[in-house]
């Protein structure tokens, strides 16, 4: 259990008026499975602490003439350690494409950051059961031509499950964490860790806590609340 990886994506929420409340709940947090992921703008902030920074998105291309973009290097010459690439959001207003993805988790890996890669089906592939052809399309793309994935973990979000207090049972997450890890061995030859993310809160947690297969969580509304974000940690790690 306390090998599991808890992450917080605060996406674009909070004023810097805020952030030393926040930070403040934080301080006794010792674990390094902690990751919290601030807008770029509060990193700095962050990093004054023992939990892990990480960052909510990269720029595609290595250092240069990108305006308004922040390379992975960048990130982890600031003592970044992770970065959350191909969310559903970034996929679908950002209009990210798998291509897109592949870049930045290349150029991530060679900066030495650890990548968490979102994937998921939306309602309407869930719906028509496509779940699995679209989770294969995923990884296969978004994961091409990467020889190491030791620094990758991939994070399970079904889009309908996201911000909607709706999530799949129990057993439907273990049977899809398996079948990703499953794909991965075939696909690549190499084991890969698997976390969910999607309407995760302080009382749920208990029962997702225990499915064994799963290495961790990502958490989206429920990490903006200090209050709330520290009871899920409490119960998956003890503090
Ligand atoms: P949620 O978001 O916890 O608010 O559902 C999860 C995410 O977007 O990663």
């Given at each position: 259990?306390e090998?599991?990886?808890?992450?917080?994506?605060?996406?674009?929420?909070?004023?810097?008026?805020?952030?030393?409340?926040?930070?403040?709940?934080?301080?006794?947090?010792?674990?390094?499975?902690?990751?919290?992921?601030?807008?770029?703008?509060?990193?700095?902030y962050?990093?004054?602490?023992?939990?892990?920074?990480?960052?909510?998105?990269?720029?595609?291309?290595?250092?240069?003439?990108?305006?308004?973009?922040?390379?992975?290097?960048?990130?982890?010459?600031?003592?970044?350690?992770?970065?959350?690439?191909?969310?559903?959001?970034?996929?679908?207003?950002?209009?990210?494409?798998?291509?897109?993805?592949?870049?930045?988790?290349?150029?991530?890996?060679?900066?030495?950051?650890?990548?968490?890669?979102?994937?998921?089906?939306?309602?309407?592939?869930?719906?028509?059961?496509?779940?699995?052809?679209?989770l294969?399309?995923?990884?296969?793309?978004?994961?091409?031509?990467?020889?190491?994935?030791?620094?990758?973990?991939?994070?399970?979000?079904?889009?309908?499950?996201?911000?909607?207090?709706?999530?799949?049972?129990?057993?439907?997450?273990?049977?899809t964490?398996?079948?990703?890890?499953?794909?991965?061995?075939?696909?690549?030859?190499?084991?890969?860790?698997?976390?969910?993310?999607?309407?995760?809160?302080?009382?749920?947690?208990?029962?997702?806590?225990?499915?064994?297969?799963l290495?961790?969580?990502?958490i989206?509304?429920?990490?903006?609340?200090?209050?709330?974000?520290?009871?899920?940690?409490?119960?998956?790690?003890?503090?």
């Open positions: 259990m090998n599991k990886l808890i992450v917080g994506n605060i996406k674009t929420n909070m004023k810097f008026g805020e952030i030393p409340n926040y930070l403040n709940w934080f301080k006794n947090i010792k674990s390094k499975n902690v990751v919290i992921c601030p807008s770029y703008i509060y990193i700095p962050f990093l004054n602490y023992k939990f892990n920074v990480g960052s909510q998105n990269v720029c595609i291309n290595d250092d240069g003439g990108y305006t308004g973009e922040i390379s992975a290097e960048q990130l982890a010459s600031i003592g970044v350690k992770y970065v959350i690439i191909g969310h559903s959001e970034r996929r679908l207003f950002l209009k990210e494409t798998d291509i897109d993805i592949n870049k930045k988790i290349k150029s991530s890996i060679n900066a030495g950051l650890k990548v968490i890669l979102c994937i998921g089906e939306n309602l309407e592939q869930f719906n028509l059961l496509k779940k699995d052809i679209i294969k399309r995923q990884i296969k793309d978004d994961l091409a031509n990467i020889k190491d994935l030791s620094n990758v973990i991939i994070a399970y979000e079904p889009v309908w499950a996201i911000g909607t207090n709706k999530m799949p049972d129990k057993k439907e997450i273990e049977k964490v398996l079948y990703i890890k499953q794909l991965v061995i075939e696909m690549f030859n190499q084991k890969i860790k698997v976390m969910y993310g999607g309407s995760i809160n302080e009382n749920n947690i208990s029962y997702l806590k225990d499915i064994e297969v290495d961790g969580f990502l989206g509304s429920a990490s903006i609340d200090p209050t709330k974000f520290i009871k899920i940690i409490d119960k998956v790690i003890n503090i």
